[in-house]
């Protein structure tokens, strides 16, 4: 399982914002994570009808961010642009699986699965934009939030 690079950007977008204090444009945004403008707007647009973040319009338009970094979690970011964390198909109440059907409680792998799904979920649930962001916090701090 991995992230897509489309969530790993968002959350640098979403990083840049939260330590910004003025409005930024998507050519600046773009410059400054690194990540290609077109994609940039793509993002934004993602999370602006999330509501994540404010655009402006006009010569001095960009985007702010519109949620506090203390409740945004990395969780809700990395949903907002690959939909639930599942580390398999298998773990989704939905999936039709060719082995079991649609019964999951006697599949081991569904419910495995499902709870190591939920466990990083938990975790990242717990890193928060404000705390990733937060320069006066050593790697080592961050990282006792989720062990």
Request: proline share 2%.
């Amino acid at each position: 399982m991995r992230i897509t690079q489309e969530a790993d950007y968002a959350l640098r977008i979403v990083s840049l914002l939260a330590v910004s204090d003025a409005i930024c444009g998507a050519a600046e945004i773009a410059d400054r994570t690194g990540v290609p403008e077109r994609f940039a707007h793509k993002i934004l647009r993602k999370l602006l009808q999330a509501g994540v973040v404010r655009s402006y319009t006009g010569a001095k338009g960009g985007y702010i961010l519109l949620r506090d970094p203390q409740d945004l979690s990395m969780l809700e970011i990395i949903e907002q642009i690959d939909g639930p964390l599942e580390i398999s198909k298998c773990a989704d109440d939905g999936y039709i699986c060719s082995r079991n059907g649609s019964c999951k409680v006697h599949c081991v792998y569904h419910q495995v699965f499902r709870q190591i799904s939920a466990d990083i979920a938990d975790k990242m649930r717990k890193l928060t934009i404000a705390v990733l962001t937060d320069q006066s916090k050593d790697i080592s701090e961050i990282l006792n939030l989720i062990t």
